[in-house]
């Protein structure tokens, strides 16, 4: 493998996701696998202003501020393509917590299919691999609530909100093709899918 291999991970809150990065992580490094683990949201150095935005979306809901968010993530996501991505080693395997297959959970005004659109159009690099991360809404709503910080969304505030936010993610995993892991059993189980799915696409 001559070039760094992009696997994003993307859910809604609460799907365990995080648990499975940590679990895929471990595996491959015990296969010898250089792995680099990366998030969005601390790659990102405008940050503070988007997430200014999105609190201020949440109080005002309107498409055009939505708009201006999803804009804002896809300038975001150039950036990190630009001056993150190519750092990294070039035999490494990339793991980002999330990338711009999120926003179809989270946007609620703007259809995916413009925000998609919206990165490709700024050159935001394309995974190799997406891995869309679910679980019955009802189960990650029970699990997210549960975490020492709470839910922690701006976005996302009652488990109504949580079903929409999981049937939306769930149709853009169909329409796109991305690989879908229902993470409801065991860790393990879930790992073993997302590595071999991650082998699948391994150059040589």
């Known amino acids: 493998m001559n070039r760094s291999l ?7 809150k609460g799907t365990g996701k995080t648990t ?11 296969d010898n696998k250089k792995v680099i683990r990366l998030c969005e949201r601390n790659c990102d ?9 999105v609190n201020k ?15 804002r993530l896809a300038d975001s996501r ?15 395997i990339i793991l980002i917590d999330r ?13 995916f299919a413009e925000i998609l659109q919206l ?12 891995v869309g991360v679910v679980t019955a809404p009802e189960i990650s709503w029970a699990r997210a609530v549960a975490r ?6 701006t976005v996302i505030h009652n488990q109504e909100e949580q079903v929409a936010c999981t049937q939306a993610f769930e149709r853009a995993i169909a329409d796109q093709g991305w690989v879908l892991c229902r993470n409801e059993g065991t860790i393990e189980a879930s790992t073993r899918q997302v590595v071999s799915e991650i082998y699948r696409v391994l150059p040589g």
């Open 57 to 71: 979306l949440a109080r005002h809901p309107s498409q055009d501020l939505e708009f201006e968010v999803c804009e």
């Open 119 to 130: 990165n490709l159009d700024r050159n935001v690099r394309v995974p190799d691999l997406h």
């Open 148 to 153: 020492t910080r709470g839910l922690g969304s």
């Open 45 to 53: 150095p405008y940050r503070g202003e988007t997430m200014a935005l």
């Open 99 to 111: 990338w711009y297959p999120s926003d179809a959970a989270f946007r609620r005004l703007v259809p």
């Open 20 to 30: 499975l990065l940590e679990a895929v992580t471990k595996a491959l490094r015990a």
């Open 6 to 12: 992009f696997i994003s991970m993307d859910g809604p």
């Open 78 to 92: 150039t950036w990190i393509s630009q001056h993150v991505l190519p750092k990294q080693p070039p035999d490494s």
